[in-house]
C-alpha cells in the first residue's frame, strides 16, 4: 500500500518529536532505533526511509527540541523563566523540558554537526531572550547558571534534599541579582 507524501510528513515528524523526547529523557545512546521507531508506532525497517542514520536524526530531533523550547520561552519574561526552569516540574520533565540541560554532556562527545546543531539552537535561545533581558554576556551567564544548577540537580537522587537546595540557590541567587541590577 503506498503511502501519501501528508503521510510522509507526518510519520516523518512523529518520528522527530518521538526522538526529541527519549533522547532528552534518556540520552543519545540509551534508545535504539527499533525502540524509537515503536515508540512512534512505526516499524523498525521504516527507520533508513526517513533518515541516513541515527546522527541525522539526533541533529533533527536536537533543533525541534530547541525550536518547541523557543516556542515556548518566547515573550516570556526573565523572572518567570528563571522561576520555571529551575523548579522541580522542570527538573522531573527531562523529556519535554530543555535540551540543554538534558543533552549537553551527550553531545559535548558526538561529531561536529551535532555540536554545530546544539551551538545553534543556544543560539537561537539567545537571539528570543536576548531582546529585553540584557546583554550578550548577560545571557550567556545567565544560562549557563540556569543548566549548570539544572544537570546538579538532576545528578542527585530524585527526593534528595541537595536536589532541591540546588534549585532553590540558583534560583534565589539569579533573581536577587536581577534585584540589585534594578
Same mark, same amino acid.
Given at each position: 500500500m503506498k503511502v501519501s507524501k501528508d503521510q510522509v510528513r507526518e510519520?516523518?515528524?512523529?518520528?522527530?518529536?518521538?526522538?526529541?523526547?527519549?533522547?532528552?529523557?534518556?540520552?543519545?545512546?540509551?534508545?535504539?532505533?527499533a525502540e524509537l521507531m515503536s515508540a512512534a508506532g512505526l516499524t523498525h525497517?521504516?527507520?533508513?526511509?526517513?533518515f541516513g542514520s541515527k546522527a541525522d536524526l539526533m541533529a533533527e530531533a536536537m533543533s525541534?527540541?530547541?525550536?518547541?523550547?523557543?516556542?515556548s520561552t518566547a515573550g516570556v519574561d526573565r523572572e518567570k523563566f528563571i522561576e520555571y526552569y529551575l523548579?522541580?516540574?522542570h527538573r522531573d520533565?527531562?523529556?519535554k523540558g530543555c535540551v540543554m540541560s538534558a543533552l549537553g554532556t551527550?553531545?559535548?562527545?558526538?561529531?561536529?554537526?551535532?555540536?554545530? @546543531?546544539? !551551538?545553534?539552537? *543556544?543560539?537561537?535561545?539567545?537571539?528570543?531572550?536576548?531582546?529585553?533581558?540584557? @546583554?550578550? !554576556?548577560?545571557? *550567556?551567564d545567565t544560562i549557563a547558571h540556569l543548566v549548570g544548577a539544572l544537570v546538579l540537580s538532576r545528578a542527585?537522587?530524585?527526593?534528595s534534599a541537595l536536589a532541591d537546595e540546588i534549585l532553590d540557590v540558583c534560583r534565589t541567587q539569579l533573581l536577587s541579582q536581577d534585584a540589585r541590577k534594578d
Open positions: 510519520n516523518r515528524m512523529r518520528i522527530v518529536e518521538t526522538a526529541s523526547e527519549l533522547f532528552r529523557e534518556r540520552g543519545y545512546d540509551g534508545v535504539g532505533v525497517g521504516g527507520f533508513y526511509k526517513h525541534c527540541g530547541f525550536t518547541r523550547s523557543a516556542e523548579s522541580r516540574q520533565d527531562m523529556g551527550d553531545t559535548a562527545r558526538q561529531s561536529a554537526s551535532i555540536k554545530a @546543531t546544539f !551551538a545553534a539552537g *543556544i543560539e537561537r535561545q539567545l537571539a528570543i531572550l536576548g531582546t529585553e533581558n540584557g @546583554t550578550r !554576556a548577560d545571557l *550567556i542527585c537522587p530524585d527526593n
